[in-house]
């Protein structure tokens, strides 16, 4: 008779602390950050910081207005991308640096009122894309970000 299989523990292995990466980003395709994933807001900074030329500088006002808005907001870094949510791991917002323009995820969008301008293959997915020419409509934005706090959001 083979012994018993020993037991999985039940508790979660201890996060590592993050550790900011040595030298300067690498940026990927569409000049998104590589950034190594983590929990809390200094890798979510370490992800702004990184950001080519005007897109830092809406990613610090983004951040912001999530913050405001959303009092004790949980943050990461996954697959190069800024997540926030109300409970980790569950997310109603992430935003991804492409060649011309932010693309800002709302997981539950089509919740949203006004639902946000840019439709997904996900039919709950919506996209606010923010180009360098056109202001980000913070009011609009901040209203979007409220709504979707208080929504489902998406586990990952």
């Known amino acids: 008779m083979m012994a018993a299989a020993a037991k999985k523990s ?13 030298g300067e980003p690498v940026l990927l395709s569409g000049g998104n950050p590589q950034i190594p994933k983590g929990d809390g807001d200094a890798p979510v900074q370490a992800y702004i ?18 913050e405001l808005v959303v009092p004790g907001v949980e943050k990461a870094v996954k697959w190069n991308t800024p997540f926030y949510g109300v409970e ?8 991804h640096c492409m060649t011309k323009y932010i693309k800002v995820t709302f997981f539950d969008g089509s919740s949203l009122e006004p639902m946000p301008p840019v439709t997904s293959k996900y039919e ?5 894309h923010i180009f360098e020419d056109e ?14 706090s208080k929504l489902p959001g998406e586990r990952l």
């Open 49 to 66: 910081a990184a950001m080519p030329g005007w897109k830092s500088d809406i990613g610090r006002r983004m951040d912001a207005i999530i």
């Open 10 to 22: 039940k508790t979660p292995a201890k996060q590592a602390e993050w550790k900011a990466p040595t």
């Open 88 to 95: 980790n791991p569950v997310w109603f917002l992430s935003y």
């Open 124 to 128: 709950k997915v919506r996209y606010l």
């Open 135 to 148: 202001p980000l409509d913070e009011a609009q934005f901040a209203d979007w970000v409220k709504q979707a």
